[in-house]
Structures are given as C-alpha cells and as structure tokens.
C-alpha cells in the first residue's frame, strides 16, 4: 500500500525550472497568474500532452475559462508562446503549444543584465 | 564570452518542483499570489538564503511589501510554512523558512485523491 | 549567437533523478556500468525515444554494442526494466523501456531502511 | 504512517542533471567510474555537505577507498573538480569541492560541437 503511494507520487513526477524564471518574470513585464499559467502549460507539455484547452488549463487555476483564453490569447500576441503546426509519422497534424518564445525572451534579459552587471564590475575595478 | 555566459547561467541554476503543486494548489485554497511567494521561498531556500524578507520576496512579485507580510503572515497561520529557530555549529541563532508543512498538505491531499481514485476504480471494475 | 547557443543549451533539457539512486545502487547490487546504463535509458525516456537500441546506448558508454546487450539482458532478468508492448492513436504497436521496476526496488529498499532507522530511534529512545 | 514515508522520500530531495553530461561523458574522457563519482559529489554538495571524504564518497560506489582516492586526485589533476578555500562568516576556514570545471569543460565540449553541427548544416545547405 505505502510502496504504491510512494511510486503514484514518483510517476506524477516533477518539472524543472530555470529559477531566474522566478527572480525575472516582473521584468519581463508577466504577472503572477501569467506565470503560473506559463508553468502550467509547462507542466502539461512534459507529460506529453502539449495542447491544453483552455477548459483544462482554467480548471487548476483561481481563473475562469474566458479570462484564461484572453490570456492565452495575450501571451500569444506578446511573444511568450506560440502554437506550432506538427505532423505524426503517419501524417496526421496536430497543433502544440511552444514555450521557445518564453526561454528567448527569458536568455536576452539574462543576457542584457549578465553585461551590465559585467560592466559595473569594470568601472568599480577602475575607480 | 559564450562560455562566461553559459556557465553564468548553469550557476543561476534550476528548482525542482513535483507537478502536482501546479495542478493541485487551487484544491489546497491557494491562489496564484500565494503560490508564487511560495515558489519564490523555495527558490531562495535553494540557494541557501534560508530566511528572506519581505522587501526581498515582493521586489520579484507584483505586489507591495505590506502585502508581501499580509500573504507571509496569513501562509503562516493557515500552515503552509512555518518559521524554525536553527544554531550554526558556532552558537549562533537564527530563523529560517522551512516549506515542510506545504509538502504535508500536498501529501494529505495525494494520498486522499489517490484513495478515491482506486475506490472508484473498484467500483468500476465490479459493475 | 550567444542566444542562439544558450537556447540551444536550454533545449538539451536536464534530468531529475532522486538522490537516493546514487547512494543506495549499491546496495541494490548495482555496479557503475549498469546505473549509468539505466541513467542513459532515463534519459532517452525523457527525450520520448522510448527504445533506445544496444547501439545508440553503448556509443555513449565505454562498453561494446554486445556487453550493452548482455547487461540489458541481465537488468531485465533481474527485474530492473521491462520491455511492454504498446500501441498508438492510429492502431500502430511498439516496444519501450519501463523503468518502473527500478523505482520499485528503490521504494522498497527505501521503505525498509526507513523502518529500520526509525526503530532504532525507537530503541534509542526507550534507553 | 505513509504521510511520513512519501514526506521522508520528499526529503531526500532530487538532483537535477544537464542530460548532455550522459551522452557526452565518454567524449570527455570520462569512464562509468569517474561519472558516478562525480554525480555522487554533485549529490553531497546539492545537500549542503561540500567536502565528502573519500571514505563516504567510496562507501556508496563498488571501489575501495585507495581508488577512490586515486581517482578523485586524478580528476583533479585532468581538471575536472578542483579544491577551494572557504571562509565562514565567523572566519572559520574550510575546504570544498567545486564542479565548476566539469561544467567548463562540458560546455566547451557542447559549444564546439554546436558549431561543427551549425558548419555541417551550412554546407548542406549551400550544396
């Protein structure tokens, strides 16, 4: 009985993130339920199902199913996600979503503020 | 410059989650906010910095300091995290988060959704 | 190009695997080559190529395509992995790794230490 | 009772590993030996204990502490770990393990095979 629980919970199993997605997000200009919608749709693409309805999506959330399609919608519109077209093995197509928006927008800020702390460091060394 | 900024971001480094604090907090009478503080004490405790204050926790979020101490204090009460007195190997005290009671709550919920789902099953299989 | 290299990073993705793999293969009677083995299989499940061949998993080993084999071969006979048979969406069936069995005998061998520890404390207590 | 199993199995807490150090080790130069080794520091580190000896290091692995020893010395020497000085906060000196340059190496490894593969692509590209 225990050993069944423990390995229900291994299965259910654990997402793994960036923390400066945590640390960054209010600079990328996301608020909190953007966030936890971003890191739900993560969640669902992880076990494989990669085009949560907004029904499915809105269910786990505070949020109703109308004001998580205008989200979705939205983050769609900003550059955070997309939907891509795929095609099984046996031609048949399907649509996901793609969250390559997100880590781009996520590695450019990174990147900006990596430099800038770069050259702070400099003028500090040369003073 | 590439390899700076590479092993710049391995040490940002990431945090696990298990998937159902995603899909079930709403269940746990957590909204989007509470969650999000919530994952950003996880974050801080992951690097070490085991007591964060509320300047701290608000300057990532969305939400001022007071209410920042509202949501700590309210998370507190409600028994989703706790705060524990610790003694370094020197003698000295100090006051840390510790997250164990969230897990507790997201064990009891598990362990009670787990339960229904295999008498249901039952159900079914004798029908 | 930084980006680029980054996202490319990014998308390799990583693996999260309990600690108590590593410190208790061992005790399973597990040798290096046989964890790395199921760590490599891990892996490839992650990546959603569920039956990685001896070839694929032994390029990336030490070992030849024919010890894979034979260590494979062995890790099912001794209850490490399975093979099941699948089927998808459109009628088509395939074979994958399992590796429930390994988290399996992890959950028992934890189980039991667990049990172990705590009736020590007990005694300890009682003294 | 299984409340306090699934809590103790959240405890022991997971390790989160860039799946390119598994297919790329071998390139590395690495054997099954000197993987597991250095995942098992990861592990004493992730959990806060940051200079295992080579008795607990060896302990949990199929060698003996002499090769153990050994092996750490030489993945020091290959550049692979390397030893710091720390200092508490109380000025208390201490030594630890650093992985730093394995992930130098690794990503040295993985920005030049990027390039090979971006070069590859241009010429196919342009045939």
Same mark, same amino acid.
């Given at each position: 009985?225990?050993?069944?629980? #423990?390995?229900?919970?291994?299965?259910?199993?654990?997402?793994?993130?960036?923390?400066?997605?945590?640390?960054?997000?209010?600079?990328?200009?996301?608020?909190?339920?953007?966030?936890?919608?971003?890191?739900?749709? #993560?969640?669902?693409?992880?076990?494989?199902?990669?085009?949560?309805?907004?029904?499915?999506?809105?269910?786990?959330?505070?949020?109703?199913?109308?004001?998580?399609?205008?989200? #979705?919608?939205?983050?769609?519109?900003?550059?955070?996600?997309?939907?891509?077209?795929?095609?099984?093995?046996?031609?048949?197509?399907?649509?996901?979503?793609?969250?390559?928006?997100?880590?781009?927008?996520?590695?450019?800020?990174?990147?900006?503020?990596?430099?800038?702390?770069?050259?702070?460091?400099?003028?500090?060394?040369?003073?």
């Amino acid at each position: 009985m225990m050993k069944t629980n #423990l390995l229900a919970w291994i299965q259910e199993g654990n997402i793994t993130i960036p923390t400066i997605l945590f640390s960054e997000y209010r600079n990328l200009n996301l608020n909190e339920y953007e966030l936890v919608l971003l890191l739900n749709i #993560l969640t669902f693409l992880e076990k494989g199902h990669e085009f949560p309805t907004p029904d499915e999506l809105s269910a786990r959330m505070t949020i109703s199913i109308s004001e998580c399609n205008d989200m #979705l919608r939205r983050l769609i519109q900003r550059g955070f996600i997309e939907i891509t077209d795929e095609c099984t093995n046996e031609g048949i197509r399907y649509e996901k979503y793609s969250v390559i928006p997100l880590w781009e927008r996520l590695v450019e800020h990174f990147l900006k503020n990596n430099k800038n702390t770069k050259e702070t460091d400099k003028q500090e060394d040369e003073t």
